[in-house]
């Protein structure tokens, strides 16, 4: 399988691997477009830069230290907002390799960043968990991530999705990975259908609880874990109960669950 040759870079990248600060990707125009992917208006952010979006540049990272990202597989995310940020002041963005362990299906790997302009002194941080499939030599399997297993009960309904292809590839523009794109691609990978990034959902659900609530706070940590894949035709409802979340398809399948936490403005 080509994914084994593609992904062998990644095995020259051990834990400690910097990417170089860089100028972030996101303009007010993309984070329209991919806005309007979920069906949320341009209006919504005030101005603010969405966090959520900030995923796009560590697959960019990645891509520009010549590191493969078709075919990779995003298992988890977080996302420590500690303040705004505006989305026309500018940003950097830099990062690194935290793990990379083999498991059954390939290799795990967990990549931490952070966002910062030039005169702000609270960055974003981020940190993405990713499956390189296929990536030999393959051994026995890490210990788990932590991850809920029931379905969030009691829930608010915040908010409805329904995908298309046309949506979700226009969400990954910027950032590629034809698991996303291509559907030859994504059957040979086992996958009825392209699927759409995990970040989607996790922007869908954002703006749904800014709809909800009239705004997202200014400080909040957010988790996802991407229990299942979504295809790019799955109709999608997004669900709150106190600090947990979760993203349903119209089947039932729980594909997406995280906590959504407030944080306390700094003393």
Known sequence: MSDISSFAGWLER??????????????AAAQARQHAACDLPASLSAGDLDPTLLGQDMVLMASAAGLAVDG???????????????????????????????????????????????LHAMPIMLAATYLLPGL??????????EASTAPVTA??????????????MSYSA???????FDPA??????????????????????????????????RFELTARFRRPT??????????????????????????DGKFSPAEAPS
């Open 231 to 256: 295809f790019w035709d799955d109709r999608l409802e997004f669900h709150l109960d106190d600090e947990r979340w979760c993203c349903i398809a119209a089947d039932g399948r729980i594909l997406v």
């Open 72 to 118: 990779r597989v995003h298992l988890a995310h977080r996302i420590v907002q500690r303040a705004p940020l505006r989305i026309d002041a500018g940003y950097r963005i830099g990062g690194s390799i935290e793990r990379l362990v083999p498991v059954p299906r390939g290799h795990e790997v967990e990549i931490s960043a952070a966002a910062e302009p030039a």
């Open 14 to 27: 051990p834990p400690g691997t910097i990417f170089p600060q860089r100028t972030g990707s996101l303009t």
């Open 136 to 145: 030999a030599p393959s051994g026995p399997a890490a210990p788990a991530s």
């Open 155 to 168: 829930a608010t309904t915040l908010g409805r999705l329904d995908l298309t292809p046309e949506r979700v």
């Open 174 to 180: 910027d950032v590629g990975n034809l698991l996303h």
């Open 185 to 218: 691609f994504a059957a040979a990978r086992g996958f009825r259908a392209p699927i759409a990034q995990g970040l989607m959902l996790v922007t869908a659900f954002l703006g749904a609880l800014a709809r909800a609530r009239g705004a997202v706070p200014e």
